[in-house]
C-alpha cells in the first residue's frame, strides 16, 4: 500500500519568512495529491491540492509542487503570518480510487 | 450544507463503558471515513464506507470498535468496553470519490476514557 513520508516534524519560520514542507510518496500510480491544514483544536481543512497532470498549482501565499519521477511534493508558504500556524499534513491516495492515506504532520509556527 | 456533523463534541466515560460517536455526512456524498487521531499515532484510518457498505475496516484496533452505516445520513462508532487507551478525537469525513475528492472533516469527538 502507499506509503507518505512528511518532513520536517516541526518548522519555526520567522514572519515574513517562507516555509516549504515535503512529502514523499510510493506508489507510481497515485494521482491526487491535497494538503491539510489544521489548527489547534480544530478540524483538518483542505488548503490546495494538485493531480498528476500538472506540476505547479498556486493560490495566493501557498503553492504545490510535484515531482511524479521523483515521487515527491511540497508545499510552500511565501510571507508567513502567526495565523499560518498550525499542523499541515500532505496526502495520497493509495492507488485510484482508494482512501487517503495522510503524512504523519508538520508543526509549523511562524514567530512574529 | 452545514458539513459534516459529529456528536458529541466531547466525551467523557469511565473505563468498561460503553461509547457512541455519531456523524452525519454532507448530503450526496458517497464515501464516510471514521479516523482517530493521537499525538503517537496521527491520523489514522479506521473503517470507511461506500454507499452506506464497509470497504474497509483494517484499521479497526480491536473486536471492541465496531461502526454502522444504516443510512445514507448516518454513522455511529461504538466501542464496547471503552479503556483508558481509546482516549483520543475522532473524526468522521465524507467525500464524492474515496481518494480522488477533497474530503471534509467534521469538528470531531474528543473523548477521554478515565
Known amino acids: 500500500g502507499e506509503n507518505v513520508e512528511q518532513h520536517p516534524s516541526t518548522l519555526s519560520v520567522q514572519e515574513g519568512d517562507s516555509a516549504v514542507i515535503k512529502c514523499t510518496y510510493s506508489?507510481?500510480?497515485?494521482?491526487?495529491f491535497p494538503w491539510y491544514k489544521q489548527e489547534l483544536g480544530k478540524r483538518p481543512q483542505l488548503i490546495i491540492d494538485?493531480?498528476?497532470?500538472?506540476g505547479e498549482k498556486k493560490d495566493q501565499r501557498i503553492a504545490v509542487t510535484l515531482n511524479k519521477t521523483a515521487k515527491h511534493f511540497s508545499l510552500h508558504i511565501t510571507e508567513t503570518q502567526p495565523e499560518d500556524s498550525a499542523v499541515y499534513f500532505c496526502a495520497a491516495p493509495n492507488s485510484g480510487n482508494t482512501p487517503l492515506v495522510f503524512g504523519k504532520g508538520t508543526r509549523l509556527s511562524v514567530i512574529a | 450544507d452545514a458539513g459534516v456533523i459529529q456528536s458529541p463534541r466531547h466525551e467523557v466515560t469511565e473505563m468498561g463503558q460503553e461509547v457512541t460517536l455519531r456523524c452525519k455526512p454532507i448530503?450526496?456524498?458517497?464515501?464516510l471515513f471514521w479516523y482517530r487521531q493521537t499525538m503517537m499515532r496521527g491520523l489514522e484510518l479506521l473503517i470507511y464506507?461506500?454507499?452506506?457498505?464497509?470497504?474497509?475496516d483494517s484499521g479497526m484496533p480491536e473486536d471492541r470498535f465496531s461502526a454502522k452505516m444504516p443510512n445514507a445520513s448516518f454513522s455511529t462508532l461504538k466501542i464496547q468496553p471503552s479503556e483508558p487507551r481509546d482516549s483520543a478525537v475522532y473524526f468522521c469525513?465524507?467525500?464524492?470519490?474515496?481518494?480522488?475528492?477533497?474530503?471534509?472533516f467534521g469538528a470531531g469527538t474528543r473523548l477521554s476514557v478515565l
Open positions: 506508489d507510481s500510480a497515485s494521482n491526487y
Open positions: 464506507f461506500n454507499n452506506n457498505v464497509p470497504i474497509d
Open positions: 469525513a465524507s467525500s464524492l470519490q474515496a481518494g480522488r475528492n477533497i474530503q471534509y
Open positions: 494538485i493531480r498528476s497532470n500538472v
Open positions: 448530503s450526496g456524498h458517497d464515501y
